[in-house]
C-alpha cells in the first residue's frame, strides 16, 4: 500500500515538467488528491488539489501554471508545471485523503535554476 512519486529533477527556469503519484494497494485516487510542497526552512503547503467531484484548487503562486490531473484506470495523479521559476524549487508530495485515512508519497525533489 503506497504512493509513488516520481518526475523531478533539476530544471531551468521556464522549463517544464510532469510529476505522477502512482498508487497502489488499497489506495484509490477517486478520492481527494493532491500535490503539497516543502521549500528548505518552510512549511509544506498546497499546491494543488482535485476534489472527488473534480473541481480544481490551486495556490495562487501556480494558478496558471500548473495542473493537476488523474487518471483513475491507472489509479495515478499527475501535477504538469509550466513555466517553472526558481521559488517552485522544493520537495513535491502527493496526497491522496480517503474517508478513512489520509496517504502520502515519499516526495519528489524538484530544483528550479535561474
Known amino acids: 500500500v503506497q504512493l509513488q512519486a516520481s518526475g523531478g529533477g533539476l530544471v531551468q527556469a521556464g522549463d517544464s515538467l510532469r510529476l505522477s503519484c502512482a498508487a497502489s494497494g488499497s489506495i484509490s485516487i477517486n478520492n481527494v488528491v493532491g500535490w503539497y510542497r516543502q521549500a528548505p526552512g518552510k512549511q509544506r503547503e498546497l499546491v494543488a488539489r482535485?476534489?472527488?467531484?473534480?473541481?480544481?484548487n490551486y495556490a495562487g503562486s501556480v494558478k496558471g501554471r500548473f495542473t493537476i490531473s488523474r487518471d483513475n484506470a491507472k489509479n495515478t495523479v499527475y501535477l504538469q508545471m509550466n513555466s517553472l521559476k526558481p521559488e517552485d524549487t522544493a520537495v513535491y508530495y502527493c496526497n491522496v485523503a480517503s474517508p478513512i485515512r489520509t496517504y502520502w508519497g515519499q516526495g519528489t525533489l524538484v530544483t528550479v535554476s535561474s
Open positions: 482535485i476534489l472527488t467531484e473534480g473541481v480544481t
